[in-house]
């Protein structure tokens, strides 16, 4: 069972904090105990049972976690899902991104940002389909990244590159 106070990944919604865990009573199921969740970067308050196996809830990663992942990014070579665009290529990012692992969100991500560079060099746009997934997931990892790192969403980036930067110059 998870605290109040705690900040936990939860679905599509990213990280969100433990605001309470309270009962609710409902006529034919009687008593339930549930999470009280707000989100860090949407405005909305969600209750998720605390007893469901329909529901993706995992505690974030740690700071050593996320800067061994960042360290990763230059070792990794990841080709985008192969698929044909539209319908196929959709319900394989979105598989990707409801793993619900840090990990393959940043290879997807990886992933479609060399495809969006390999169709800038050909003076092309990434596909809608790619460009919406490659959102979703820095979305949901830079969000993750930024709660264990203890920064902002926005200070993300830099400070991969400024992580990189020191382990390449070591």
């Known amino acids: 069972m998870y605290?109040?106070?705690?900040?936990?990944?939860?679905?599509?919604?990213?990280?969100?904090?433990?605001?309470?865990?309270?009962?609710?009573?409902?006529?034919?199921?009687?008593?339930?105990?549930?999470?009280?969740?707000?989100?860090?970067?949407?405005?909305?308050?969600?209750?998720?049972?605390?007893?469901?196996?329909?529901?993706?809830l995992r505690p974030i990663i740690t700071r050593e976690e996320a800067e061994h992942l960042i360290g990763l990014i230059p070792t990794l070579d990841c080709p985008p899902p192969a698929g044909r665009p539209g319908r196929e290529l959709a319900e394989r990012y979105g598989a990707i991104l409801k793993s619900h692992d840090c990990r393959d969100w940043m290879e997807l991500a990886v992933a479609l940002r060399a495809k969006k560079k390999r169709q800038q060099q050909l003076k092309r746009k990434l596909g809608s389909v790619d460009e919406r997934y490659l959102k979703q997931a820095e979305e949901l990892l830079f969000g993750e990244?930024?709660?264990?790192?203890?920064?902002?969403?926005?200070?993300?980036p830099g400070a991969i590159a400024a992580l990189l930067e020191t382990r390449a110059s070591a």
Request: charged share 25%; glycine share 8%.
């Open 3 to 56: 605290e109040v106070g705690q900040l936990v990944q939860y679905g599509g919604a990213g990280v969100c904090e433990v605001q309470e865990i309270k009962p609710q009573v409902f006529p034919d199921k009687g008593e339930r105990l549930y999470y009280v969740l707000r989100p860090l970067y949407k405005a909305c308050v969600i209750s998720v049972p605390v007893e469901s196996d329909k529901v993706f």
């Open 145 to 156: 990244f930024a709660a264990a790192l203890e920064i902002t969403r926005e200070e993300v």
